[in-house]
């Protein structure tokens, strides 16, 4: 059995450009579909937070309309409450790469508030991407990626292709005008190359060792795309 390491946010909160804190954290759905995938697969599942904080999850994506209904809501909730290693993450800063087979970020606003800005976060996926090691990404975890600079500067994903939470779908969900910078935008100003697909479709994208998800729809598929890399 190997060990995945999930790289979660620990912020509870998105800061919008009027200084207000939006309520937030991680997406359920992105964590939940790739830890029952990855554990279904016989992997042991690691989480780490900065400073080792418990992940909050965002309430928003516990309604039954995100959820297909009721049912779905209910089954995510249960599976979230199963997910113990969610209770105990370790600190981000003290995570040896070299112990994981894999790494993966899920979403939620969470990360555009403290993973963006995370330089042990930043210098983590700089070697996860140098590697070779399957490295998962999905919805506003590559916020993450723009904290991933080299020494010159430069920004380790630049020049690849990547899926990400369109700047379109920010204005669907509401929140576009509010934000103090999109996310398309940013990793586009950044170098990387982001391949949107049509608003919340799932929308996987591979290159190299990197596999990257648009949405929460994209979790499941960027699960499998990453378990392939394993096999």
Not at 42 to 66: F, Q, Y
């Amino acid at each position: 059995m190997s060990k995945i390491l999930f790289v979660m946010t620990g912020a509870d909160h998105w800061t919008l450009n009027d200084g207000t804190r939006h309520p937030t954290g991680f997406w359920a759905e992105e964590a939940v579909a790739p830890y029952e995938a990855f554990r279904a697969a016989g992997h042991e599942i690691v989480v780490a937070t900065p400073g080792g904080v418990v992940p909050t999850v965002d309430k928003a994506s516990l309604a039954a309309e995100v959820n297909g209904g009721q049912e779905g809501a209910d089954r995510i909730a249960a599976a979230l409450a199963a997910m113990t290693e969610l209770e105990r993450p370790v600190r981000l800063e003290d995570v040896d790469l070299g112990e994981y087979a894999a790494v993966f970020y899920p979403g939620g606003h969470g990360p555009m508030e403290d993973l963006a800005v995370d330089a042990t976060s930043g210098r983590l996926l700089v070697d996860a991407l140098a590697s070779g090691k399957p490295l998962g990404v999905v919805c506003h975890g590559p916020a993450a990626m723009l904290a991933a600079t080299r020494a010159d500067g430069s920004n380790a994903f630049a020049g690849y292709e990547v899926a990400a939470f369109t700047d379109a779908e920010e204005i669907q969900g509401g929140l576009a005008d509010k934000a103090k910078w999109l996310l398309q935008s940013r990793l586009t100003e950044a170098g990387v190359t982001v391949r949107a697909g049509e608003p919340w479709a799932p929308n996987v994208v591979v290159d190299r060792n990197l596999v990257t998800g648009q949405n929460p729809a994209s979790s499941a598929p960027l699960a499998t795309e990453l378990l392939k890399k394993l096999a």
